[in-house]
C-alpha cells in the first residue's frame, strides 16, 4: 500500500492520515491528509508506512484495541464519549485495552476502567505498525495548550476547568501555555462523507511541543474549530452527518504526535457563550456535550490514564511493564471501518480481527473490499453481531479457546494424504 500512495506525496509534505473510501471493479480510492511545510527527516518516528513485522505472539499478557475512526459517523462510538460502555465491557476481558479519545471522553464526564490505555490515534497505528511501544501508568505531568482566545472570559473558563481537575480529580496540570497565533480548525467533509479539516497557525504549536516535551508527560489541547449553527443543530438533531469536529480534532492531534513524543490529545474551544444553549432535548449519544462549558475535563482526566510512547526495541526501563505489539491479541473495530491503517496493520501483524456488524457507519465497505480471498496463513477474522459477543470472542481468545469450539456444529477434519 505504501508503494501506491508515496509517490503522491510532496518532497514538504508528511503523510498524516490514510484510508481507504471504495473499492470499485478493481480500482481503490483512498484519501490521504498531510502535513504541509514540514521537515520530512523531523517526525519522530519516523515515516508513517515503515511497517515492523512483529515476532511470534507473547502469553504473558492480553491485550486488545477497541478501534472506532472518528469522522464517519459510528452508530457507538461517533458521539460524545457513547462508546465508553463497550470499551469497558471489552477493557473486562482484558489485561489491558488500548482505545483512542473519541471513544472514551465525553466532554466533562470520563468512566473508563482502569485499564484503559488513551492514546491517540497516530500513535495507535504506529504501535500497530510496531514503530512504538508503550509504558502504561508513566503520564504523571499534564501540560495544555490553549488557542489564541476571542476574550478573557473564555480564557476564564478554560482556567476553571483545569483549577476543576486539579483540585477534585488530584491532576498535576502546569504549565498552560496560551498562544498567541490562533489555531483556527476549518471543518469540511470528503467526497466519501468523512468530517476532515484544515488547521492553520501549526508552527506557534510546534514551538510550544517543543517546550513542553522538556517538562510534562502529555499534552491538553484547547482550540476553536469553525462549524455553523446550521450544521451543529443537523448534527445534534440525529441527521446522518458525522461528528463536524473530529476530523480536524484528529488532524491537528495526528499532526503533533508526527512530529513529537507526547501522547495528545484535544478538546473543542467554546468560541462563543451561546453554543452553551440548546433548545430542547437531543439526540441522547451527545448529552453529555451539552452539558459541558468547556468539552475539556474528559481530555485531561483521560490523558493521565495515557501510556508512553517510545521507540520499539528501545531500552527497558527497570520494573516497567513494557507493551510491544506482541501482547496484542486481537483488534475490535465496526465491521465498515476496515479501510483504516489498524485493519491493514492487523491482517500483515497476523493479529486477529473481530469485527462488530451492529456498529455501522457511513461507510460503503467490508473485509471482502480488503481481502480478495482467505488464504490459510491469514489472521482468523471473527464476525460477530454486538459487542456483547465481541466481549465473548476476546474472553476465548485470551484463554487460548477456539471460539468455534463452543458453537455447533464441530466441523470435520479433512486428511490430506501427502
Known sequence: MAELIAPYCRPDEVPLRLVLVKHFQGRLTFELSVLQGADLGAQKWGPLWQFVPRRRERTERFVALHVVPTGIRAEIGGFAGDATPATNLLASTCDYLVTHPNAVTASDLYWARDNVLYLEGNLLSRFLIGQIDLLPKQTRRLGVLVDKPHSQDLLNNVINAVHACRTVGGLAIDPVWVSKKSLRGRTFYSDSGRALGDVAGLDAVFDIVREAERCVDALAITSEIDVSQEL?????????VANPWGGVEALLTHAVTTMSSLPVAHAPMLTAWENTRVEGTIDPRDGAEVI????????LRGLSAAPQPLLANGP????????????????????SAVGGIPTFAGLAQQIPLILVTENSTLSPLCLDDIVESRAPHQPEVYLVSNYLE????????????????VRRPIAHSQPRWV
Not at 527497558?316 to 465491521?335: F, K
Not at 466481549?391 to 469450539?405: H, Q, Y
Open 316 to 335: 527497558t526501563v527497570p520494573g516497567s511493564a513494557r507493551l510491544t505489539l506482541e501482547d496484542v491479541g486481537a483488534i475490535v473495530l465496526p465491521a
Open 292 to 299: 459541558s462549558m468547556t468539552y475539556f475535563c474528559s481530555v
Open 390 to 405: 465481541a466481549a465473548g470472542v476476546l474472553i476465548s481468545l485470551k484463554e487460548r479457546l477456539n471460539p468455534d469450539a
Open 232 to 240: 451543529r443543530n443537523d448534527y445534534y438533531s440525529g441527521k446522518p
